[in-house]
């Protein structure tokens, strides 16, 4: 199988989008289109995880306002086509509220949109595929970066992992999560490309198994040693001595270092604190929410009770049975022994730190 691309994008502003289905891995690896005007295509697959991961839905709904905007690529009256605009970003950033790397992806291509109508403005004329070109180049300067932005994360990690460590993860924080390479298994694809040698442990990561059904994929095709866990066996792994850390990725990170992640992350950050494991996040900079003081603040989407009901292509729920069925949770900064991003490694994880990384 060629190497699979998560996201790309063919032709100018008239192109079209191209991302794998990751609903359907992983016996079926589809890529689908994007184009044609059709951005509820692209935002149904942000809601239902087609694409899914931070950085990857960002790189996505940034592409997503270029198909958005092709019904008004002749549209000469700029008035219009920034309603159009302004219409095609509020509806994307509603495809999902966690993820901050969603809405700072947007925010790039309005300050963009905005900084050429004001050129235009001035200059009193006004090209409407200029505009689209520029928003264009954007979205494929935000894929872009993100790639060089895993392999630099990829390395900082890779200097925690000791040599023939058991690392455990949880929920996708790979190339599938990313443009490529990923935030928490660029660390392992760094490390063993560079000679260590890593065991993985993947938890499954109910309800949607994105631990099972990409984790597990993508680290076999790198050929990385792993092994499938269900959530609640990581207590037991961890007892056995089998994990030497764990290295997770992040939705939304706030200015304390408080991590949204994956449900089911903050248990294994407790565990990993029982147990005396290095607890590590590993995110870009873009993941950062230092608008948001605490952890308590992050909103947590919540999703279908059929996730939990109808888990496995089959009823594992009794008919009209309540559920819960948060899609995130939030490990406070206490649990994490450091954050691992493009700029370098946060630890220990204090609000000073964060901001002395960051703003570097
Ligand atoms: O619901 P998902 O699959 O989008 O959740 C993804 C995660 O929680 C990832 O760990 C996170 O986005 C980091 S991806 C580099």
Redo the contacts with the bound molecule.
Sequence with gaps: MSKPETIHWEGGADGSLFMID?TLLPTEFIEREYSKGCVEKVWEAIHS?RV??????GIAAAYGVCIGLQPVLEEMDPAKFFAKFDEVVAYLASS?P??V?LFWALDRMKEVAYQVKELMDCTQTFHPREVANRLLMEARAIHEEDRTI?RAIGKYGAELLPDGAGVLT?????GL??ADY????ATFFWATEHGKKLHIYADE?RP?L?GAR?TAWELMQHEIPVTLICDNMAAQVMREGKVQAVV????RITANGDT????G?YSVACLARVHNIPFYV???KS?FDLTLATGDQIPI?QRDPREVTHGFGRQTGPDGVDVYNP??DVTPAKHIAGIITELGVISPVTEENIRKVLEN
Excluded at 182 to 185: I, K, Q, R, S
Excluded at 248 to 251: K, Q, T
């Design positions: 990751q995880l899914r991961g931070a950085p990857a839905i999902r966690t993820a790397n895993c949880h929920c996708n924080a790979g999560a990313t990923g935030t928490a298994l990561t949607l994105q990409l997770v990725g992040a939705d949204a992640n994956k449900i992350t590993a995110a870009p993941t989407e899609a995130f």
